[in-house]
């Protein structure tokens, strides 16, 4: 068997002594890994490793192996391994007899190259067994919290950060604030969104989007929320750019709103500077499904509403110059309190009386109107000209099914025929 270089010796200290440093593992267990790989290395060489003593010493980063063999008369050896010759053992003790058992200490250099690359490679590998054993314990019951991490690589799809034991975790781009600038060496928040254990290979994906990620923002901003004299109840959000939060109090002294907002504001000013001036507005919970869907549509104030509570939508009605408010910018007020209630809501326009005496039937409009699109729109429960009139635009392209130019089209008739 070739000898070791010199280098290979110190490559293999090498590896023992990063197996020695690593995070996370403890004593017992650094012990009995080293010991099982270079007994699984003594095994491949000799066929069997029952006859070794391996002590390991982490501490000193040193480690000694013991060979034991029974003396058999010369000539009579059947094992190499487990046997030595009565003239090879009196070499190593001159006074050895036939059945005694001879303890040779082994020097692991001696066995060769291919004999350390294998130890090398059987303690790598066993440390990144550890070391994913390590990441998942430490992280499988944590789901759910705050976590405060360094950026350290910035990619395309993903964000790498690390935390203080060196541990890599993954805030992927769709988990990202579209508004977030990420620096390497910057320290960020996220929530722990979930832990993945594939084949061993634990992943740990981080969240900024998660209403969670708000949820624990607010506990640690919100001392009544953490003694629990407050719930929250609902958290909708569109992340960066707006969230709605129900919450409730369970002591009548107590207003849960005023708390969650603090002084002019100061509970979550923090909160939206985090979260990249995301406008947050806290409301009243209720149980009452009608009073809860007209909290949710604040600042719109709601004039009535119908419920279909089998199928959960909400005909919602308000005053023409309302409906704007409701809906909001880029309609996020009525998709978040979609969101809030979990009932579809749509807008109308509320109409007078002396309105809908002026009103025209649909069908009325069949010379400038395809009938297909009267029957489009009268499919979605809109069959006056003013009823179309009051409903969102938005509304009658999604629901009717109709193209937007075609929506525009019926609207400039329908505008047309009040003009004149």
């Given at each position: 068997m ?10 293999m200290?090498d590896?023992?002594k990063?197996?020695?440093?690593t995070k996370?593992?403890?004593?017992t267990?650094l012990?009995s890994?080293l010991e099982?790989s270079f ?6 060489i000799?066929g069997s ?8 010493n982490?501490?000193?980063g ?12 010369d ?5 190499e391994?487990?046997?030595i ?7 190593i003790?001159?006074?050895y007899?036939v ?12 066995f060769g ?10 303690l790598a590998?066993?440390i ?5 054993d390590?990441?998942y ?6 789901e759910?919290q705050?976590i405060a ?5 910035v990619?395309?799809?993903e ?8 541990n890599?975790l993954i805030?992927?781009k769709?988990e ?11 320290t960020i928040?996220a929530?722990?969104?979930?832990v ?11 969240s900024?989007t ?7 923002l607010?506990?640690a901003?919100v ?15 569109m992340?960066g750019e707006?969230?709605?939060?129900a919450?409730?109090s369970?002591?009548d002294?107590?207003?849960?709103v005023?708390?969650c907002v ?6 979550v000013?923090?909160i939206?500077?985090e979260?990249?001036?995301?406008n947050i507005d806290?409301?009243?919970?209720t149980?009452n499904t009608?009073?809860f869907i007209?909290r949710a549509?604040?600042?719109a104030?709601?004039?009535?509403i119908?419920?279909?509570e089998?199928?959960k939508?909400a005909?919602?009605?308000l ?6 408010l409701a809906i909001g ?7 978040l309190a979609s969101m809030l209630?979990e009932?579809?809501i749509d807008v109308?326009r ?11 039937y649909?069908d009325?409009?069949?010379d400038?109107i395809?009938q297909w699109?009267?029957?489009a729109i ?7 000209a003013?009823?179309?009139l009051?409903a ?8 009717a099914d109709l ?7 019926v609207?400039?008739?329908l ?6």
């Amino acid at each position: 068997m070739a000898a070791a270089k010199k280098d290979d010796v110190v490559s293999m200290f090498d590896s023992f002594k990063e197996f020695k440093e690593t995070k996370n593992i403890d004593r017992t267990t650094l012990v009995s890994v080293l010991e099982e790989s270079f007994r699984n290395v003594l095994a491949k060489i000799f066929g069997s490793d029952e006859n070794f003593d391996v002590i390991v010493n982490p501490d000193k980063g040193d480690f000694e192996i013991y060979r034991n063999r029974v003396v058999v008369a010369d000539g009579e050896v059947e094992d190499e391994n487990k046997q030595i010759a009565l003239k090879e053992a009196r070499k190593i003790e001159p006074d050895y007899e036939v059945g005694e058992d001879v303890s040779e200490r082994v020097e692991f250099a001696k066995f060769g190259r291919r004999a350390i690359l294998n130890l090398r490679q059987t303690l790598a590998s066993k440390i990144l067994e550890l070391e994913h054993d390590s990441l998942y314990n430490k992280y499988k019951d944590r789901e759910g919290q705050i976590i405060a991490a360094e950026v350290y690589q910035v990619w395309k799809r993903e964000v790498l950060v690390v935390d203080d034991e060196n541990n890599e975790l993954i805030l992927p781009k769709a988990e990202q604030i579209p508004a977030d600038q990420y620096r390497k060496g910057e320290t960020i928040r996220a929530v722990i969104e979930r832990v993945d254990n594939e084949n061993n290979n634990p992943k740990i994906i981080l969240s900024r989007t998660s209403p969670t990620f708000l949820q624990r923002l607010l506990e640690a901003e919100v001392p009544e929320i953490a003694e629990g004299v407050i719930a929250i109840r609902r958290i909708a959000r569109m992340p960066g750019e707006r969230a709605k939060i129900a919450v409730e109090s369970f002591d009548d002294r107590i207003d849960p709103v005023g708390a969650c907002v603090g002084v002019k504001g100061s509970r979550v000013h923090g909160i939206v500077h985090e979260l990249c001036n995301e406008n947050i507005d806290v409301i009243n919970y209720t149980a009452n499904t009608k009073l809860f869907i007209q909290r949710a549509l604040s600042p719109a104030k709601v004039s009535s509403i119908n419920i279909d509570e089998e199928n959960k939508k909400a005909e919602v009605y308000l005053k023409p110059e309302e409906v704007s408010l409701a809906i909001g910018r880029g309609g996020l007020n009525i998709k978040l309190a979609s969101m809030l209630t979990e009932y579809t809501i749509d807008v109308f326009r509320e109409v007078s009386e002396g309105d809908a005496d002026e009103d025209i039937y649909l069908d009325e409009f069949s010379d400038e109107i395809d009938q297909w699109v009267i029957d489009a729109i009268k499919g979605i429960g809109l069959d006056t000209a003013k009823a179309v009139l009051n409903a969102p635009r938005d509304m009658l392209v999604e629901k009717a099914d109709l193209e937007e130019e075609t929506v525009d089209n019926v609207l400039k008739v329908l505008r047309a025929e009040f003009e004149n």
